[in-house]
Structure formats: C-alpha cells, structure tokens
C-alpha cells in the first residue's frame, strides 16, 4: 500500500493545483482527441511506459499526446481528401524558408547601393597588417609518443618538405598527407576564424605571420606535431579575401540596417513583453491565437502569436533552451524578430519574393515531407480510396497509426516529429483536444505500472529456488507426529 501512495504523491506533485478529484473523473480516461478519434490515457501510458528512451513524466505525457494529436490530424485529413499541397498549405507550412528568401533578396537589394567592393579592395587587406591567408600541412605526433615514433614522424615532414621546395604543389600534398582533416579538404587553406592574428597557438602564429607572399616556412613544431606553412600570393587569393570582405562587410551593414530600422520605426517592448512570453511558452496552446502585443513599432506590432511562430520555426532544441532564458535573452530575442517582420513587411513593399523557380521547390520539399510522413505511418493510398466509406477507411487510418505506435513500443519505429508550421497548419484545419487531467491520469497508470512491475520481479528474485510460492504448509508429508 506503501508504495501506490508514493505514487500518488508523485502524480499530485505534477498535477500542481489541478483538483486532485480530476485524476478519477472520466475525463481523465482520454488524454487527447483529434479528428474524431480518441487517444484512451491507458494507451498514452502504455506507449510511455513501453518505449525506450521516454521517462515518464506530465511533459513526455504532453510530448506524446502531441505527436499523436498531429499524425491523427494528418491521418484523417487525407481521409476526408483534404488538398494538403494546395497553395496556402504550402506558403503557411514554408513559410520559414519563404521569409528567408525575401528577406535576403531585400537586404541584397539595400546592399547593393551602399557595398563597394573592386579587386583592388582584397589586394589592400592582403598588404595590411589585420589578417594571413594561411596553408598548412600537419603530420600529427602526440606529446608522449616515444621518440622512435617522433622521429618516423619528422622523416615524414622533413620528406614532404623538401618535395615542396623542389617544386610540387603545396596544396596536392596538404590534401593527400595533411592529418587536418577540415584544411586538408581545401588544399591546406585553413578557415577565415584563423586568419587574424593570435587565434592559434605561439609558434604557429609567429611563422605564419613572419612569411613573405608566396613564401613557404620550415618545420612548425606545436603540441599538435609538426607543420608547414605557406602563404599563398595575392593573385592565389583575391577571391577568397573578396568572399572574407563581402562577408565581413555584409554581416555589418545587415547589424546597422536592422538598428536602423528599430530606430525609424519606434520599436519598443510593451510592459507585459517578459511574462507574456513565458506563459506562450508554457503553454503554446493557449497562446496560439493570442493577439496581446509584445512588441509595438510605427505601422504594427508583433503579437504573442507572431512570438510563437517564429519561435517553431526555430530547430526544436532553441525552443528548450528560450523556456530557460534570462529576461534579458527574451528581450533580445523578441527584438530580433520583430526586426524580422519589419524587414518583411518592406520587402512586400517592394513586391520582393520567392521566384517561380524558387517556390516550385518549395512545392516540392513540402509534398516530399508529406510523402515521408505517410511512408513513416504506413498510410498508403488506400485511406484514399473513394470506393471505400469514409467511415471505413477513419477506422483503417487509425489502425495504421496504433501500428505504428506499437512498433515504437516495441523498437520497431522511430519518434519523428512533425515539422512544427506542418503542425500548426493541421491544428487550424482541423479540431483537437489535450485533457490536462489524462495527461496526468496517464502518468499516474504508468508509474503504478512500474511499481507493480518492479514489485514481481522483486518477489520473483526473493523467492527459493522450487519455492511455489504457497504458503508453508504446518503438516510436513512423512513426518510421524
């Protein structure tokens, strides 16, 4: 009994204020509806309890629920024929990628006027003092290898070395000797972040840095191994250190632009901007359709649900990591957005979008993702199939999904979620429901089934061997009273 009231306590502890009478209502027997369909909280607990990887807790709970939410919703939209490729599903559902687009067509546009760039520009950075372009090749020896081993290693650099000052390429041999292998895969050219000075170690950045133009250096010893070094001439590089000054500068004036247009446009937070996020992010459900400003500017603001979709179309890791942030970082990261929508809204201004080339891939990545999705759920054309009744074939799409819900119990299947703007598109299509009071119920059957669980294989271990596990009997058969 001991133990089924820990549990108890445990699931009133996530329950939080919830009415504890919640657990045992019927509402509590269904932890989420879609569509239709009901996902019982006894199948949610089996899929947690059963599924390696997922712990059980009220936020796995909620995690799964989801997931089910969406492939039900997705399941029964190509059951009623739902065009799921159709225009707005795909600027909605690709939005992301359509605003980088456009964003950077127009920010291109405003570059274009103010970015000045000649050949003698890169050949002025290549004369200063501020950066090297660097090749190198290394022959990697580790700090404790005895000195039989350092010295096979040196033979080896010393060898390269001497091909090199006979004439062979320097950066044939970087890519088929260099134990780098990111600058070995660029005929020894290491990466833009190396090329200022101090950014490597002492001996390595003295050398580098003591090379005339074209000039190749002895060998390099550093904790790494050894090295040689050359510095290629101006003609070798003027592309690469064009690619460095456009990057530099455009990384600038995309900084300057954006302040700018903060500036112009008054954009400001709104009082609530902090605990409005944090309640989105709680609970993005509730939040979704909110229309409370977080941010205001000249001509429009950016309201909690702008917030959240930009925020899910971020990779699902940063949204974790916004629920933990500092005010600061939320300020900062709200801003950034509603630059973002300005940036946007100039860009409509200027009748600037994706091209028809550009938004045919997009059509196409977006009915790839659709095709996947249906190859991972096994929802063939069959649930299609106008010969067949709706009802008749609801009934079979849900059967397609308990499959795949049981192969991941039992290893078979792997969790993928759904794209979040695919998600959230499907929501607003179609009706659904997460039942806090089965999410917790569902916990609370799958802790209890851990208990019971952990209980029979105590008892199982505890047990003699060829113990029944009857109770001893008092008469002993033989025995003579």
Sequence with gaps: ??????????????????????????????????????????????????????????????????????????????????????????????????????????????????????????????????????????????????????????????????????????????????????????????????????????????????????????????PYGYHILKRPTAEAVRERLSDYLQSTITMQLDSLYRDSLALAKKLELTGSAVPLMRAALQDPEGNRRSGKAIATYRGGDLSVADFLRWVYALPPQYVGQLQQAEDDQLKQIVLVFAQNAILLEQADSAHIGVTATEWAGLVNEHRAEIDSLRNTLGLGSEISDSSVSLGERSKLAALRLDTYFDDLVSGKARLRRMPATLSAWLRRQGNYKISEAGLVRAVELSLAKQVADSTASADSLNRAPGDSGRRPDSTVPGRQE
């Design 1 to 222: 009994m001991r133990r089924v009231w820990l549990v108890l306590v445990g699931v009133a502890a996530v329950a939080g204020c919830r009415n504890f009478r919640d657990l045992f209502s019927a509402h509590a027997d269904i932890a989420a509806e879609a569509a239709g369909q009901d996902l019982p909280a006894q199948r949610l607990a089996d899929i947690m309890g059963g599924t390696k990887g997922i712990k059980v807790t009220r936020e796995a709970a909620d995690f799964v629920a989801n997931i089910w939410v969406d492939y039900t919703l997705l399941s029964q939209a190509l059951v009623q024929g739902v065009n799921l490729s159709d225009s707005t599903a795909v600027a909605e559902t690709m939005w992301p990628q359509i605003a980088m687009v456009t964003a950077d067509r127009w920010f291109d546009t405003v570059l274009s006027s103010r970015l000045r760039l000649t050949p003698s520009s890169a050949d002025s950075l290549y004369n200063s003092d501020k950066i090297r372009v660097i090749q190198h090749i290394l022959y990697t020896v580790p700090a404790t290898a005895p000195a039989a081993d350092r010295q096979a290693v040196l033979r080896k650099a010393q060898n390269a070395l001497t091909r090199i000052h006979g004439g062979a390429d320097f950066g044939a041999i970087a890519g088929a000797e260099s134990q780098d292998p990111g600058s070995a895969r660029d005929s020894g050219y290491l990466p833009s972040s190396l090329w200022e000075r101090g950014h490597t170690v002492t001996a390595f950045d003295s050398a580098a840095w003591s090379l005339p133009p074209g000039g190749v250096s002895g060998l390099v010893e550093t």
